[in-house]
């Protein structure tokens, strides 16, 4: 059993805008899209990441793994996104582990909230785990 996959996907693309709207106009001050390659590429990259890969390696992967409601599993696999985020992908971006050659712990901080808040918002929008509907073969 896992949440339905068009709620998670949903769920992803608004987790997505919040934690976008959060790093251009909410102060977060970060340009995900500049530092994943270019604003259109890096853009494009940043929306499917967080609308249809992360969504569908939460809802078919970790959704059985994780403990707790889905607001708690959602906000858990934004956690583990930001040390992922924190670890391997700013480093090799040259913003230093935590990013901290980018201006110390604030950047890392507001980078731990918009995974947050994206984390919740997806559990939340996902939903519970349900059972896979099968079509049954129409008969003559």
Known sequence: MRPNTG??????????LAITFLMYAGGLRMDIAA????????MAMHLLNGT???????????FTKLP?????KGLLWGLIL????QIVVMPMMGAGLFGLKMG????AFGSL????????LLGW????????????????
């Open 35 to 42: 530092m994943l390659g270019g604003w259109g590429m890096g």
């Open 113 to 120: 909230m918009g995974h947050v808040v994206y984390g919740a």
């Open 125 to 140: 929008i996902a939903g519970h785990a349900q059972a896979e509907r099968h079509e049954r073969p129409a008969t003559a």
């Open 68 to 72: 707790g409601s889905p607001h708690l």
């Open 52 to 62: 249809i890969i992360f969504p569908f390696i939460y809802a078919y992967v970790l």
């Open 82 to 85: 930001w040390v992922l985020a």
């Open 7 to 16: 709620r998670a996907i949903l769920g992803g693309l608004v987790g997505t």
């Open 104 to 107: 110390g712990m604030m950047p």
